[in-house]
């Protein structure tokens, strides 16, 4: 009785908390991963009572508010720990001795990975790629980063967050008194290891802005198509085309979207631009604006990346203090333009322009189905430019300094400078930002990498290559890549890395479509028949065979690049497979494992095979 | 209404302006392979059985806009060995046992089987899922070891009934349908809703209580015809 009463007065707390959390973003449904991000930071939790007054503040059904709330992996429907600590767990930060620290952090704690501890302060998950490699292994504990972490560093942080100490109090005891830029730089490192002329060498202040203003939109547009600047994200789509398309639609309302949801393993060149030239960013995003007549902007900041929320939201207050961003921007008449910051929930598909917009809507980030594209059924439906950090940099940088100058840098087809994010097995783990058309081997020789034995170029979705193509080129005529260089020496167990990456793509693949879906289960469970040495020579083709029509029958990108992993070590390295592969013994199949076959039903039996027990004798 | 030509598979069609490949192909009497398209639903792209060349372009015909002069592969081998594997990658994911199923017989899932000639097994593994049965509400179960995750319920519960009793939860291959409550006796749906009928759920996770096993073997929905047939048919008349 007392408990019904108890438990009827926290569900009204509940409702009207939810409702006050669900006001601030005006009950709107298309605010949902903004509410639902806040529900979760108050309560650790998203709750069926929480979801049911989300529901009715918002208009939307109980299940609705359910798929989106299961579908980020920073949203839990379980009670989590007022602190969570989530381990990066990508096979470089394996490789960086995160099995130490996780154990050491379990034993300080007293939980395994997964687990709450039983006072419910603190809990401890692995997480994909947080874009930290070149600092590896790290980790997000709430919404602060620590990096370089040793088993020493996390029974120290555990230490102080028993003692009651704030995330935050992690990073410096003064951390409330630091810029946002002083927080993240004590955080995270940018280790810029070569600053091109482009993006991360000197770059006045808005002066790309300044010559848009004084051209019309077209002249603005063809600037940009002259200058070749192709989509940095890794698509490598025409920029001027895009804005070109976006411009000549027939509508009142556009939007420009910056994707800051660098998900892809081994990526982190956008997390530079957004700490170190968040202002030539926005610019960029302006003079997008500009040029295809968009008066509203959304910079799309992944969950990994909260660290630089209160840096971003600085710089655009700044800028509309300015005049920078708001009404009649540089006292252009009429040229309004303002962004508004949507943190992502931890979901790699939102990389993806189709799911990035389903999330900005507030729904699950789910692609959309293409045709229409975004250019002209965009957000909410209206036409709309998504366009990579480093993109809308670099056409800030062009007006500033012309198409010529750009084009100039490079090489054919792919012009300009690129942000290179090496990491993995080199000495100088790092930024890089060099022209185009630079093989591997002279960026390793830079980064100290040379005696890889594998590289992967543009991450999990890319190209694994081996020591014979080293000498290809950096660019999208033969090699290209959004920007992830990914180092593994000879040490290293290539069928681990592949095994790590289509785990990825399981955990990260929306579910939205039958061969990406289940297809990806089966190709992780396969790449584990190899690991195991209970792989038939058939299993090859196998492989080729099944990767093929995921490839083929995908409905976006995701599926369509999965299979990379896979096929790509195939042609790179077919030894480490042939080696794993046994011919069938006694024409028995090695594949076959009798006793995991009959061990449930052995359970249920209860009882011992006196056949294929060993132990049954004793 | 204006109109326009392409092929499929060299035959010439004629197709209306705003229509899907497959909504064209429809009414031109050819049957395109499809799990969770259903006539009066809202395409979705997902089970991407039917998926088609187009130009030499892989894509799925039920949200791909038709257009003059295509050309489409459909019935060729290696667009059949494309559907064998999404078909297979659907049974393995759930619990698809045909003999004991009341669906068996009216199965859209097993009839795409028998169509697509998929005589023995696959090399695929078995998922084994152990899902949940909601059998709370007092004229419907669900039995979701047997859902495809097609959402056909979902859009004609939306859609057609305007109740939202279904929704897809989770990602990746933990996603799945979803009821609207804490279990289905929870949610307002009723048995005379359009997304509990027997044409909407394509396999036997739907259930409506008290009516299995009610129709004779040799009578059944692909017992004598192939799943399409009833498209496939029209070009006879």
Partial sequence: MTNAITRGSQTTGTHDQVALICGRYGNDPQRMLDILRDVQDQYRCISRDAM????IKTGLSQVAVEGVA???????????????????????????????????????????VGQTTAD??????????????DQAPAAMINDVVVTALTPEKARAITA???????????????????????????????????????????????????????????QIIDQIAASGLRGCGGAGFSTGRKWRFAAQTDDDRRFIICNADEGEPGTFKDRILLTERPHLLIEGMTIAARAVGAREGILYLRGEYVYLR???????????????LGQNILGVDGFDFDIRLQMGAGAYICGEEGALISSCEGLPGEPKTRPPYPVTHGYLGHPTVVNNVETFCHAARIMDRGAQWFFDMGSDGSHGTKLFSVSGDCINPGIYELPYGLSVRELLVMAGGEDAAAVLV???????????????????????????????????????????????????????????????????????????????????????????????TSRCGLGMTSPNPILSTLDSFPLVYAAMVKPPKDRMRATFDIQSAISDARVLAKRRSSIYDKDFSK | MSGFAFQIDGVEITAKDGQTIMEAADDAGIYIPRLCDHEGLRHQGGCRVCTIKSNGRSVAACTEPARADLSVENETPHINKLRRDLVGMLFNEGNHLCPICEASGNCELQAMAYRLDMTAPTLFPYLEPCRPVDASHSDIALDNNRCISCGRCVRASQDVDGKGVFGYVGRGIHRHIGVNGADLADTD??????????EVCPVGCIIRKREGFTRPIGTREYDNHLIGHDIEKKRDD
């Fill in chain 2, 189 to 198: 749906a009723a048995v005379t809703d359009f997304a509990i009928s027997a």
């Fill in chain 1, 310 to 324: 209160p840096l971003i939201q600085e710089v655009l207050e700044e800028r509309r203090t300015k005049g920078l």
């Fill in chain 1, 120 to 133: 419910g302060a603190i809990s401890l998950e692995y997480t994909p790629c947080i874009g930290m490699c």
């Fill in chain 1, 458 to 552: 543009g991450g999990p979705s890319g190209t694994m290559i081996a020591r014979d193509t080293f000498d290809s080129k950096l660019g999208f005529d033969d090699l290209a890549t959004g920007g992830a260089i990914v180092v593994f020496s000879s040490d290293r167990n290539i069928l681990e890395i592949v095994e790590y990456y289509m785990s990825f793509f399981v955990h990260e693949s929306c579910g939205y479509c039958t061969p990406c879906r289940v297809g990806n289960v089966f190709l992780q469970k396969a790449v584990g028949k190899f690991r195991k040495g209970l792989a038939n020579p058939a299993d090859i083709a196998y492989l080729r065979d099944l990767s093929a029509t995921i490839i083929e």
């Fill in chain 1, 160 to 218: 102080a967050l028993n003692d009651g100490r704030r995330p935050e109090d992690l990073i410096a005891k003064n951390f409330d008194t630091l810029t946002p830029h002083a927080q993240a730089a004590q955080m995270v490192k940018d280790n810029i290891k070569h600053a091109g002329a482009v993006l991360l060498g000197p770059v006045p202040d808005e002066a790309g802005l300044k010559n848009a203003l004084v051209q019309n939109p077209a």
């Fill in chain 1, 70 to 112: 299961s579908f980020y992996a920073f949203l839990s429907l379980t009670p989590k720990g007022r602190v969570t600590i989530r381990l990066c767990d990508d096979i470089i930060d394996r490789f960086a001795g995160l099995d130490a620290v996780a154990t050491a952090f379990e034993a300080a704690l007293g939980i395994t």
């Fill in chain 1, 52 to 55: 049911q007054a989300v529901a």
